[in-house]
T-cell receptor, first 114, second 115 residues
């Protein structure tokens, strides 16, 4: 069944191409960021995280870039596969609260065309 | 598989009723978080428990309550249910008390339908 909202921005890419999913955050005090992937009928799955003392971090086929100057976060997926089709959320943890919760963005739906 | 277990997977009930959602965190995790995901509002933080104690509250309604037991499993109680409470309810767990120090790992949620 469906898992998230009807009005998500959608990114459609061809299998094998690279994908870039963007996220803007508003709180300059945020110091920890996470990307999650949510497939239909499942919970958000951790992909990769980055702290504010870094501007780039790489995982397996994924790279997260952080631009604190413009408060922008991006997730790059190399050689996108059909199994990458999902909704992707960025989440931030803010340094000026108790640090006990993540605030999630609205999500981007990635559709991979075979 | 995240290691976080939520039951039941689906729940259908009528307005005015009360339900209990259950969550078992990953082995070794002391923090449990509850989030609500509705179609028009994304993931909203409700409440966090750490080692049995409430640590943070989000936009949780007074009709909702939660607790974490000595074995670290958690329950979210929703009462006087309204149609607008229909949503996916997710539990997440982490090792640390702070979401800044370790990522949250989510269960597959309970889909609540209020008719």
């Amino acid at each position: 069944g469906e898992s998230v909202g009807l009005h998500l921005p959608t990114l459609s890419v061809q299998e094998g191409d690279n994908s870039i999913i963007n996220c803007a955050y508003s709180n300059s005090a945020s110091d920890y960021f996470i990307w999650y992937k949510q497939e239909s009928g499942k919970g958000p799955q951790f992909i990769i995280d980055i702290r504010s003392n870094m501007d780039k971090r790489q995982g397996q086929r994924v790279t997260v870039l952080l631009n604190k100057t413009v408060k922008h976060l991006s997730l790059q997926i190399a050689a996108t596969q059909p199994g990458d089709s999902a909704v992707y959320f960025c989440a931030e943890n803010r340094a000026n609260n108790a640090g006990n919760m993540l605030t999630f963005g609205g999500g981007t739906r990635l559709m991979v065309k075979p | 598989d995240s290691g976080v277990t939520q039951t039941p997977k689906h729940l259908i009930t009528a307005t005015g009723q009360r339900v209990t959602l259950r969550c078992s965190p990953r082995s070794g995790d002391l923090s449990v978080y509850w989030y609500q995901q509705s179609l028009d509002q994304g993931l909203q933080f409700l409440i966090q428990y750490y080692n049995g104690e409430e640590r943070a509250k989000g936009n949780i309604l007074e009709r909702f309550s939660a607790q974490q037991f000595p074995d670290l499993h958690s329950e979210l109680n929703l009462s006087s249910l309204e149609l607008g409470d229909s949503a996916l309810y997710f539990c997440a767990s982490s090792v640390d008390v702070s979401a800044r120090n370790s990522p949250l790992h989510f269960g597959n949620g309970t889909r609540l339908t209020v008719t």
